[in-house]
């Protein structure tokens, strides 16, 4: 029943360990005796095509492993439903260390799976995979939301953490609607923040990259709304700092999103100078990150505060990381280590280059 191995998504202090399904089925998870159940309400769900269990991020980073649990419906009758036996997986799980850090950045795949797979084992061993938007090529079909579990189940295995991110291209088709419920976010939100070992991230959600009235939406989008309500979201962030990015263990501090908003393109790109202006100001004088990562326009290069790139005043230095060209990919790794980041961009030629230090 299951489509792929698990996808253990970092959201908060929790994991969201979510995996497609072909069948109508039940689904919990259960870690040292413990069992967390995907219900809603109290009913445990069974016609979803993608299930999703929550656990806190402590107790599976104790445990190292974890087991999923499934039964398949044979009819959910309203009185003595019947299921077929319970098929249980065992997966082991290596939680983010504290020090020497390996994470490996993907972004607009656009339905490929191959080729960023290939240019990840480029860098070798990850301990964190990042997924930075426009992994499927849109979302008129519901099948395109498989090549995000693809891709984190050849790279991964489901035994190490990933953060994922929503793209632009992500808001478009019949199902982009529905997407939060394929993908994990926090209360619905696609904008969120994560600790795993001592790096802190905030996941920000640029929306579309042109205006909301622009033809080629069709009136399917109102993201300025929903850009204005991540403002306030990052103030609430800055509020709540002493268990966000000022915790104890944090060393490292990490902004994703799918688009560079410092950066602006030609019109009708050049979108939200004010919105995104106030969103690097807020960070740069209160998050301090370390820095942010990026995808978006399809080109790998690092860009330094005050760099030709900086059009809105960068809190930090931005890694745009992540280039499609055909059938060629490129991602870019990073290496964590004694609080010294260094990058390198790696492609689906086998090729790693351009390594250097933040």
């Given amino acids: 029943m299951l489509k792929t191995s698990p996808a ?24 040292d005796g413990n069992k967390y159940f995907d219900e809603q309400n109290g009913i445990m769900r069974s016609i979803c095509t993608v299930h999703r269990v929550s656990v806190p991020m402590s107790v599976l980073d104790k445990a190292g492993h974890y087991t999923v649990c499934e039964k398949e419906i044979i009819d959910r009758k ?33 339905n490929m799976v191959e080729s960023p797979v290939k240019a990840a084992k480029v860098f070798g061993e990850i301990d964190l995979l990042v997924l930075n938007g426009d992994i499927p090529d849109h979302s008129g079909a519901i099948e395109n939301y498989d090549v ?142 370390d820095v942010m990562l990026a995808g978006h326009i399809h080109a790998a290069f690092i860009s330094r505060v005050g760099s030709e790139y900086d059009h809105l005043g960068q809190p930090c230095t931005v890694v745009v990381g992540s280039d499609k060209k055909g059938d060629y990919h490129l991602g870019c790794g990073l290496t964590i280590k004694d609080k010294c980041i260094k990058t390198v961009f790696c492609d689906s030629d086998g090729k790693a280059f351009g390594e250097e230090i933040i």
């Fill in 148 to 289: 995000i579990y693809e891709i984190i189940e050849k790279i991964t295995g489901g035994e190490k953490p990933t953060v994922f991110s929503r793209g632009n291209h992500d808001l478009r088709g019949y199902f982009a609607e529905a997407m939060a419920e394929y993908t994990p976010n926090h209360n619905g939100n696609t904008y969120y923040t994560f600790r795993v070992g001592s790096v802190w991230g905030i996941v920000l959600d640029c929306g579309e990259d042109k205006d909301d009235s622009h033809p080629e939406y069709g009136f399917t989008v109102a993201c300025h709304g929903f850009r204005a309500r991540q403002t306030e979201f990052i103030k609430s962030v800055i509020e709540n700092k002493k268990n966000e990015y000022e915790a104890e263990g944090v060393t490292c501090k990490m902004v994703i999103s799918h688009n560079p908003f410092t950066y602006l393109l030609k019109e009708p790109f050049d979108i939200e100078k004010e919105i995104f202006g106030e969103w690097a100001a807020l960070l740069k004088e209160f998050v301090k990150p």
């Fill in 78 to 110: 309203p009185y003595f439903p019947l299921t077929e036996e319970v098929v249980k997986t065992e997966f082991k799980f290596y939680p983010v260390p504290k020090d020497n850090i390996k994470i490996y950045h993907i972004a607009d795949t656009h």
């Fill in 8 to 31: 253990v998504f970092a959201v908060g202090t929790s994991y969201q360990i979510m995996v497609p399904v072909t069948k109508p089925s039940l689904f919990w998870v259960e870690i």
